[in-house]
């Protein structure tokens, strides 16, 4: 028998895109209870919070670039929406979306 395409059974899953109120931002302290500080694209630093939906499913770390909602009524706050792997960084930066100096500026 033989073996199956692993390449054609993986579907290419939808990237999710920053939309208003939204931005992408890189982790920079863990300051434990939940709470990060990051770095957003729009050079302001937030203080996020992981929602209890994604608590124990998001594991991050520091460098990590992750896409946040900020809060209408507090706009220096943020809650983690996703966390972009490795490729997912990279389909971003293929299409324009972030710009691969950005992300290294922001990590480094």
Same mark, same amino acid.
């Given at each position: 028998?033989?073996?199956?395409?692993?390449?054609?059974?993986?579907?290419?899953?939808?990237?999710?895109?920053?939309?208003?109120?939204?931005? #992408?931002?890189?982790?920079?302290?863990?300051?434990?209870?939940?709470?990060? #500080?990051?770095?957003?694209?729009?050079?302001? $630093?937030?203080?996020?919070? #992981?929602? +209890?939906? #994604?608590?124990?499913?998001? =594991?991050?770390? $520091?460098?990590?670039?992750?896409?946040? +909602?900020? =809060?209408?009524?507090?706009? %220096?706050?943020?809650?983690?929406?996703?966390?972009?792997? %490795?490729?997912?960084?990279?389909?971003?930066? %293929?299409? %324009?979306?972030?710009?691969?100096?950005?992300?290294?500026?922001?990590?480094?």
């Amino acid at each position: 028998m033989p073996k199956k395409d692993r390449a054609q059974e993986a579907p290419s899953r939808d990237v999710p895109k920053p939309e208003e109120g939204q931005t #992408i931002c890189v982790v920079k302290k863990m300051l434990g209870g939940d709470h990060l #500080i990051v770095l957003c694209m729009d050079g302001k $630093e937030r203080l996020a919070r #992981i929602p +209890g939906k #994604i608590r124990k499913k998001m =594991w991050m770390r $520091e460098g990590d670039v992750v896409l946040v +909602g900020i =809060w209408d009524f507090q706009p %220096n706050r943020c809650d983690i929406l996703y966390k972009y792997g %490795n490729d997912e960084i990279k389909r971003l930066v %293929n299409e %324009n979306i972030i710009s691969r100096e950005v992300i290294d500026q922001l990590r480094g």
